[in-house]
């Protein structure tokens, strides 16, 4: 079977044999969570419940007015026992709601439908905005949004994206294999509310299992499921447009100026849920994996969750840890604390014993253009990475820092183990901090 693909990226180890034979087992909610109320790219929600307060699972405790807003809800019932700031993924502090679980999972769910394809176009898009949705596959976009484009543009695609090319994460992989109709569902859904024509699923030839799965769920539905080269970032939204509809986004655009939207098959999947069992966003399927881990697993984890609970139902770390990652190798963020809870972006936790995350040493660039040839954005990292390290953010910028799509395979392929990519964004903060003081 011919399979597709983009010009750049790397193969990495991908090491999804840890897990991807894992069925999804349901993780039992922590006695306490702590849910930040900024869990999604866009201005934080403000908090409308406060210390004392009783909250029902599924009800509405943050809001938000701003246009990349997103609502938050409670993933547990039981008493709020604080609105506070709490260490968060990022690295930053971030207000929270702390709840303390009742163990009753007392609801306070949305309407149901038991058919919800009847729904207008309008009423799905209203219920993706009240069930708080985003993007699952980690830039957690609110949906709505990217729902909502232009009047003046018309979609004719719409692509779910089941390639989860980041190395050890198999959440999509499984969802696929084990939720094939719901995801589904929620794909002709995604459609209806962006008024798509056609459908497209890409699966990576990694994923054999989940392809033959779709496909034997989706033809009858006029979906295409196509094959996708095992390559790194196959998931990044333009590398997977050029390699299924052979389209390219603009520098600096975004899908829907070529006519296509894409999803993840984990927001496929919350889409369904949302509209048909009138669940907001309240879990999420998350893969522990790696070599730091006694039981590598693939887990269904109410958001708020700590991390430190999910490693210990993993069975715990081998050894002494050297690396926590929020996410897979490739894009993933290193950890400080664990208390830091799952987000609606957390698709995985990898963790790596300290034999196996030496620090790295830069060494001085060979000239040999590697960093060039597996750029997937098609820039040139090592002068950017230049430009940056000399505050010379106009000529980053020309040199087109903002199109970087932070997949991290210059730094990765580089022989002298060079930041580039930490250079390159420093340089992509600095232009839009900078951007953000000119309109302020
Ligand atoms: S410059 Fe950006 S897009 Fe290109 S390889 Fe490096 S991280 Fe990826
Ligand atoms: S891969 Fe590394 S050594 Fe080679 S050109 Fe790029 S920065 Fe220089």
């Known amino acids: ?18 897990t991807s034979e894992a069925p999804i087992k349901t993780l039992i909610p922590p006695t306490e969570v702590i849910i930040p109320l900024q869990q999604h790219m866009g201005a934080p929600a403000d908090p409308i419940v406060k210390k004392g307060d009783y909250v029902r699972m599924g009800q509405l405790i943050g809001e938000s007015n701003q246009v990349l807003g997103a609502k938050v809800h409670a993933s547990v019932s039981g ?40 729904l207008s176009r309008a009423a799905i898009r209203n219920r993706v905005a009240e069930a708080g949705i985003v993007g699952s596959g980690g830039a957690a976009f609110p949906t709505v949004i990217k729902l909502s484009p232009p009047d003046d543009i018309s979609i004719d695609y719409l692509i779910i994206n089941g390639s989860e090319c980041e190395p050890y994460l198999t959440a ?21 509310a962006c008024d798509a024509e056609r459908i497209i699923i890409g699966v990576e030839e990694n994923k054999m299992q989940a392809f033959h799965s779709m496909h034997k769920h989706a033809s009858s539905h006029g979906i295409d499921v196509v094959l996708l080269d095992a390559k790194y970032p196959q998931g990044g939204e333009k590398q997977l447009i050029k390699a299924l509809i052979n389209r390219e986004v603009p520098s600096n655009g975004l899908p829907f100026q070529a006519g296509v939207i894409v999803h993840n098959v984990g927001t496929a999947l919350a889409v369904t849920q949302a509209c048909r069992d009138g ?13 730091g881990v006694n039981d590598p697993s693939n887990y269904w984890v109410r958001l708020g969750t700590p991390f430190k609970e999910i490693i210990a139902t993993a069975g715990g770390f081998v050894g002494e840890p050297g690396k926590v990652l929020a996410g897979g190798p490739m894009m993933g963020l290193a950890q400080f604390d664990l208390d830091v809870p799952v987000i609606k972006g957390t698709s995985g936790i990898t963790v790596f014993r300290r034999e196996d995350s030496k620090p790295l ?23 950017i990475e230049a430009y ?28 002298s183990k060079r930041f580039l990519l930490q250079w390159i964004r420093l340089a992509k903060n600095e232009i839009i901090s900078a951007k953000r003081r000119q309109t302020e």
């Open 361 to 383: 040493d830069p060494m001085p660039c060979i000239k040999c253009a590697r960093c060039v040839d597996v750029c997937p954005a098609y820039l040139l990292p090592t002068r």
């Open 172 to 192: 999509d992989d499984r969802m696929m294999v084990e939720y094939p109709e719901d995801v589904i569902l929620g794909a002709k859904l995604l459609a209806k």
């Open 79 to 118: 008493e709020v026992m604080a609105v506070e700031l709490r260490p968060h993924l990022t690295g930053r502090s971030v207000r929270s709601v702390v709840i303390r679980n009742d163990g009753q999972d007392t609801p306070a769910f949305l309407e149901r439908n038991c058919d919800p394809i009847q």
């Open 279 to 291: 669940m907001p966003f309240i879990r999420r399927v998350v893969t522990i994996s790696g070599a």
């Open 1 to 18: 079977m011919k399979k597709k693909s983009f010009r750049g990226g790397v193969h990495p180890e991908y090491a999804k044999d840890l």
């Open 388 to 415: 940056s390290m000399n505050a010379m953010w106009d000529e980053s910028v020309e040199y087109g820092a903002m199109d970087c799509i932070e997949c991290g395979c210059c730094t990765y392929i580089c022989p």
